[in-house]
């Protein structure tokens, strides 16, 4: 018996892991899967379960597929637990990122105040899924998707029992592929030594057959059409004195602090043009469901592609079979620091190339990240710690004082007037202020 609960399991995502699962069965022979979602998601598990099930029957693999709003009878002494789950749904998503923009602030679901209100509603739900994993499936790893992955960790890292837990971002794997795709190499020959945390990831140094090009590309990170990396991203490109001082390979997320100016400008004109990424998602989720429900379809439709997570289930399964296997090979994951960032807590959750092992990641020590990128990587960790700590007790100045020490907010009084407005307007899901 190997069991793997997912919940959130009617996200359009899926399909992705199914199909890593069905890839990876020889090294992970998973016997049964239960997708959990709530009411409102009742239609998109039901939906998504059917083709799961097709997945599963044209592969010939002996899974069972369990559908069910009950996440007791789901968790129930299961061996993984995945989340992926969002808390408000993309109605929820477009308000992180309309209301901060009409104070001219860059709003995005996992940065800024997008960022600190998405932890504040999904940080109490994730910890109810704690203790309901504490009680029926105690020694389950839990593996998690649901964003902010970093502050999330970090979240379950301080405030639960649960010790087995791994955050986990398609950002890497997707620089992984995007270098690979660069070089025209084999993604299978590029290693990357990452280190940061998550959406604020950098590349130490980069490797093709274990030589380093790590200077090569960098300087590739002044074109945007050569290293957006994630669909849902498009960067700008770097100034070439500016990226090569730098020294390391960033992440597309750096654009928001870097690009700060170009990119909220950027933001304005697709707000007007084309919507936010939710409303742009919201389309090409619609447009996936459609697919989904046509009862020929037994694979993965090449469209899921679009949107930001691709890879996804190659991360997820990779994981979830090195820790089953006890591999010992390396990944990038958000796990407990344990020292080896050295100007970061030892408790705190970072992201970083770890040696998976069947007791979990071992984080491999750096020393210390280079002192350019340093601070913003610190004051990026008190921003996810204090907005956790606000989740937790509901406190509203730790709150305002989350978003006033961020980066990308300009103020204090435009912290406090934009949580004001967060908080009416999330109200619904944020049951502890
Ligand atoms: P989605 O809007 O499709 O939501 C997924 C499912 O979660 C829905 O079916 C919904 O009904 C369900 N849900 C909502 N509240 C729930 C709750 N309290 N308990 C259980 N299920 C609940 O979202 P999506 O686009 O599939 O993304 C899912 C999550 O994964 C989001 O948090 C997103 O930010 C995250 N994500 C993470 C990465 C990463 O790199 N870590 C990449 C892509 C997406
Ligand atoms: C990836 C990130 C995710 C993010 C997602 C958004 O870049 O790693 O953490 O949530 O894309 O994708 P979407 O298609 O929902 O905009
Ligand atoms: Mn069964
Ligand atoms: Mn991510």
Known sequence: QLKIATIGGGSSYTPELVEGLIKHYDEFPVTELWLVDIKAGEDKLNIVGALAMRMIKKAGLPIDVHLTLNREAALKNADFVTTQFRVGLLEARGKDERIPLTYDVIGQETNGAGGLFKGLRTIPV???????????????????????AGMVTEAVLRYSNIKKVVGLCNVPIGIEMG?????DVDHSRIRIDFAGL????????????????KDEVVDKLTDPEQTSFVKNIEGIGYDPAFIR?????????????Y????????????????GTRAEVVLKLESELFELYQDENLAIKPPQLEERGGAYYSEAAVRLITSIYNDTCDIQPVNTRNNGAIKSLPDESAVEISSVITKDGPKPIAIGDLPVATRGLVQQIKSFERLSAEAAVT?????????????????????????????MEAHKQYLPQF
């Open 198 to 213: 998550n959406h604020m990831v950098y590349g130490l140094d980069v490797f093709l057959d274990g030589v380093s090009v």
């Open 259 to 274: 690009k700060h100016r170009d990119m909220l400008e950027k933001q304005h004109k697709e707000a007007k043009e084309q």
């Open 394 to 422: 509901g406190n509203y100045d730790l709150a305002v004082t989350a978003l006033a020490i961020n980066p990308l907010t300009p103020s204090d009084t435009i912290a406090r007037a934009i949580v004001d407005e967060m």
């Open 126 to 148: 994730i910890l109810d899924i704690c203790r309901d994993i504490e009680r029926l499936c105690p020694n389950a790893w839990l593996i998690n998707f649901t964003n902010p």
């Open 179 to 183: 270098v690979a795709k660069l070089l």
């Open 245 to 257: 001082a730098l020294g390391v390979l960033t992440c597309p997320y750096h654009n928001y602090y």
